[in-house]
């Protein structure tokens, strides 16, 4: 059991970039789970997927956020034209179904210029 | 909107004591409760779940729920200076029937300081 592992830790960009973020959850975990956290607050849900259908999309994922989990493995999140708001803790998790705990990675670290 | 509630403190108790952890839920169909750690700069680490009423111990953790209050607590017992970090309550969105969607709701957190 390697754990969950996301890349890059850290990430700096300017405004206006696209970036994108890996997570490679736990290798026997169907579910997926994306978050975002900003500093003082727990973390927020943004989007997951049971294999790869992703079930539910956060409001607060606007039209400039896409993931994917193309062969039910790993996932990307996409970030375009990125926005100062953007900046936070991207948190990657996952779990074996919808009620077992969820297992974070390090996560990635965003900081827009 | 689901919400989880936390005293987002600090809770300041001095090494060996018992520190006391609270959180209250909106959600009356949860059915699925966790308490993560996490450390300044670092992502939340699970340190318990608890599914049923009642108490559930593992070492010095225990974690507490009363589902007809909406009311989840962690203890922890003979607090060490390396317990000090936010901990964080979340709650599994419940569905229809008694189901789980999944999604986590989390508290703000609780700042917790064990001090020699």
């Known amino acids: 059991d390697t754990g969950v592992s996301q890349d890059p830790r850290h990430k700096i960009t300017k405004r206006g970039q696209n970036v994108t973020f890996r997570c490679d959850p736990i290798?026997?975990?169907?579910?997926l789970y994306w978050y975002r956290q900003t500093l003082g607050q727990g973390p927020e849900f943004l989007t997951y997927f049971q294999n790869e259908a992703q079930l539910e999309k956060s409001r607060l994922l606007s039209d400039r956020f896409s993931a994917e989990r193309p062969k039910g493995s790993f996932s990307t999140l996409e970030i375009q034209r990125t926005e100062q708001g953007d900046s936070a803790m991207y948190l990657c998790?996952?779990?074996?179904?919808?009620?077992?705990?969820?297992?974070f990675g390090d996560g990635t670290r965003l900081s827009i210029l | 909107q689901k919400e989880v509630e936390q005293n987002s403190g600090p809770l300041s108790v001095p090494e060996g004591a018992i520190a006391s952890l609270n959180c209250t839920y909106s959600?009356?169909?949860?059915?699925?409760f966790f308490w993560y750690r996490q450390y300044s700069g670092k992502s939340p680490e699970l340190i318990m779940f608890?599914?049923?009423?009642g108490d559930k111990e593992d070492g010095r953790f225990t974690a507490q729920l009363n589902k007809a209050s909406q009311y989840v607590s962690l203890l922890i017992r003979d607090s060490q200076p390396s317990d000090s970090a936010t901990y964080l309550c979340a709650v599994n969105e419940g569905g229809a029937g008694g189901t789980s969607y999944g999604k986590l709701t989390f508290g703000q957190g609780t700042i917790l300081t064990v001090h020699p």
């Open positions: 608890i599914y049923s009423n």
């Open positions: 290798s026997e975990h169907n579910r």
């Open positions: 959600d009356r169909g949860s059915q699925s």
């Open positions: 998790a996952s779990s074996l179904n919808n009620r077992s705990p969820q297992h």
